[in-house]
């Protein structure tokens, strides 16, 4: 009896990110798998905690293994996540138009350091620009593609991510190709105009990085435990979210630098 009331989560008087228990350390693969099916269905972090702590729950009355108790991850949280409330998923949608925003910024403006060192107007080409456009459409398309790119990193991962890449390489590229001017700006402007878009972008994502925290935790037992759980949530999300709003901007001047020096 006294082994079941310790793991069980619903008891322990424990309210912490569910990868921090025994349980699900030593069931790894089975949660990890349970946790990512519910997250890609909008299920949000703390009813996911509570399912899980359900599947903690009866292993540790029942003396089975998640497998042997539920059958397969994956399955079982297509299950338990049809009879679960969702999250809106505007917010992936918003924060991937938002980097998009800011790569652009970041090819554009890094760019045209280069161009204002060198006393040169910023001038793009059609093909330059059908090469940004599709760039900007692989990563804004991120969050459909998100499924895949999580079960197969290597075989839809890489192609994903290397045709991003390719395309932004052809954008640097056909700079050299002898057609006309498509769009002209000057370069100083440019520079600094887009820097600013990135850092107000990245001040955005920040803002709404900070504000919509969805940790998967387990359910505290106390209202003490809950409050702290929240701001344990809330200062662990915003480092992560400076760490994430900031990286662009940062990026931004060091090859902005890099660019000018080298024009």
Same mark, same amino acid.
């Given at each position: 009896?006294?082994?079941?009331?310790?793991?069980?989560?619903?008891?322990?008087?424990?309210? $912490?990110?569910?990868?921090?228990?025994?349980?699900?350390?030593?069931?790894?693969?089975?949660?990890?798998?349970?946790?990512?099916?519910?997250?890609?269905?909008?299920?949000?972090?703390?009813?996911?905690?509570?399912?899980?702590?359900?599947?903690?729950?009866?292993?540790?009355?029942?003396?089975?293994?998640?497998?042997?108790?539920?059958?397969?991850?994956?399955?079982?949280?297509?299950?338990?996540?049809?009879?679960?409330?969702?999250?809106?998923?505007?917010?992936?949608?918003?924060?991937?138009?938002?980097?998009?925003?800011?790569?652009?910024?970041?090819?554009?403006?890094?760019?045209?350091?280069?161009?204002? $060192?060198?006393?040169?107007?910023?001038?793009?080409?059609?093909?330059?620009?059908?090469?940004? $456009?599709?760039?900007?459409?692989?990563?804004?398309?991120?969050?459909?593609?998100?499924?895949?790119?999580?079960?197969?990193?290597?075989?839809?991962?890489?192609?994903?991510?290397?045709?991003?890449?390719?395309? $932004?390489?052809?954008?640097?590229?056909?700079?050299?190709?002898?057609?006309?001017?498509?769009?002209?700006?000057?370069?100083?402007?440019?520079?600094?105009?887009?820097?600013?878009?990135?850092?107000?972008?990245?001040?955005?994502?920040?803002?709404?990085?900070?504000?919509?925290?969805?940790?998967?935790?387990?359910?505290?037992?106390?209202?003490?435990?809950?409050?702290?759980?929240?701001?344990?949530?809330?200062?662990?999300?915003?480092?992560?979210?400076?760490?994430?709003?900031?990286?662009?901007?940062?990026?931004?001047?060091?090859?902005?630098?890099?660019?000018?020096?080298?024009?």
């Amino acid at each position: 009896m006294n082994t079941t009331e310790h793991h069980n989560p619903a008891r322990s008087g424990v309210s $912490a990110q569910v990868w921090d228990r025994p349980f699900y350390k030593g069931h790894k693969s089975w949660c990890d798998d349970f946790v990512m099916e519910l997250r890609l269905m909008d299920v949000p972090g703390d009813v996911i905690g509570e399912r899980l702590a359900e599947v903690e729950a009866h292993c540790a009355e029942s003396g089975e293994t998640p497998d042997e108790a539920f059958g397969e991850p994956v399955a079982y949280a297509k299950t338990v996540g049809a009879e679960s409330p969702k999250e809106s998923a505007g917010g992936l949608w918003a924060t991937a138009a938002l980097s998009v925003g800011q790569v652009l910024a970041l090819l554009v403006g890094t760019r045209a350091a280069g161009a204002w $060192a060198a006393g040169e107007s910023v001038a793009y080409n059609a093909v330059q620009v059908l090469c940004l $456009a599709l760039a900007a459409a692989v990563l804004v398309l991120l969050p459909v593609a998100l499924r895949f790119l999580l079960q197969r990193p290597l075989l839809t991962g890489l192609p994903y991510f290397a045709s991003f890449m390719a395309l $932004a390489l052809g954008a640097v590229l056909a700079g050299e190709l002898d057609l006309p001017a498509l769009i002209t700006a000057p370069a100083a402007l440019v520079t600094v105009g887009l820097f600013v878009v990135t850092v107000v972008l990245g001040w955005v994502s920040y803002r709404n990085l900070s504000s919509s925290q969805d940790l998967v935790t387990s359910p505290p037992s106390s209202g003490d435990q809950a409050g702290g759980a929240r701001d344990a949530k809330t200062s662990g999300g915003r480092t992560m979210a400076i760490y994430v709003a900031s990286v662009l901007p940062v990026f931004y001047v060091l090859l902005s630098v890099v660019s000018w020096l080298t024009a």
